[in-house]
């Protein structure tokens, strides 16, 4: 929402197959990052990146991966390794001393 | 140590209450304190933050309180409406300037009833 879009807003996949969440920004926020929300565990972070060509481990980042090769776009992918992926993805960027900014999330299905 | 306990679970608050949402931190080092307001299919959106510098900080309705001491912090909101309904979580950065990376805690479903 406000400059952050993420597609689809729902995605179903089979298990065993990779899937890739879109991320873009037109807000020239330097810092993008993907959190993993499921119900009574808050948000969790995955993969964050302060600029372009890299990015860092979050405290989940086991079974994902991302790329950051322009600004406006952070895409994550959920490879097949990830042993529970269906959850609620949400991406967010930040200016340097700015809140946090989120996204309106892609829920995810894997079955 | 990174952890940020959120309670209750869940509250149901009648219009006109007050809701009271606690959190607890352990980390000394962090040293900014959001709040963030989710409403379902959405993602959160900041609604108010404090620093350790302060006790306390209002806005509005939307209160937070904070003690230092005990590395506690809540969020008091005043008049609750119906309207308020939603999840909120508090967070927890140990950089309130330049690269920032939040501990959320685990959300607190809010149901104000008409």
């Known amino acids: 929402d406000g400059g952050i879009t993420q597609s689809p807003k729902y995605l179903f996949r089979k298990e065993g197959q990779n899937v890739t969440l879109s991320c873009e920004q037109n807000?020239?926020?330097?810092?993008m990052y993907w959190y993993r929300q499921d119900p009574g565990q808050g948000l969790r972070l995955i993969y964050y990146?302060?600029?372009?060509?890299?990015?860092q481990k979050g405290d989940i980042a086991e079974g994902y991966s991302v790329s950051r090769e322009k600004k406006e776009s952070f895409p994550l992918t959920v490879t097949s390794a990830q042993k529970n992926p269906t959850a609620f993805y949400l991406c967010?960027?930040?200016?340097?001393?700015?809140?946090?900014?989120f996204g309106n999330g892609t829920r995810l299905t894997v079955t | 140590q990174q952890q940020v306990k959120q309670s209750p679970q869940s509250l149901i608050v009648q219009k006109g209450g007050i809701s009271i949402i606690n959190c607890a931190y352990e980390?000394?080092?962090?040293?900014?304190f959001p709040w963030y307001q989710q409403f379902p299919g959405k993602g959160p959106a900041l609604l108010i933050a404090?620093?350790?510098?302060?006790s306390e900080k209002k806005e509005g309705r939307f209160t937070i309180s904070f003690n230092k001491s005990a590395k506690q912090f809540s969020l008091h909101i005043m008049d609750s409406q119906p309207g308020d309904s939603a999840t909120y979580f508090c967070?927890?950065?140990?950089?309130?300037?330049?690269?920032?990376?939040?501990?959320f805690g685990t959300g607190t479903r809010l149901l104000v009833s008409p």
């Open positions: 967010a960027t930040r200016l340097q001393n700015s809140p946090l900014h």
């Open positions: 807000l020239n926020h330097d810092a």
């Open positions: 990146s302060q600029i372009v060509n890299d990015f």
């Open positions: 980390n000394t080092a962090f040293d900014y």
């Open positions: 404090i620093r350790p510098d302060v």
């Open positions: 967070a927890a950065s140990t950089h309130s300037t330049g690269f920032q990376k939040l501990v």
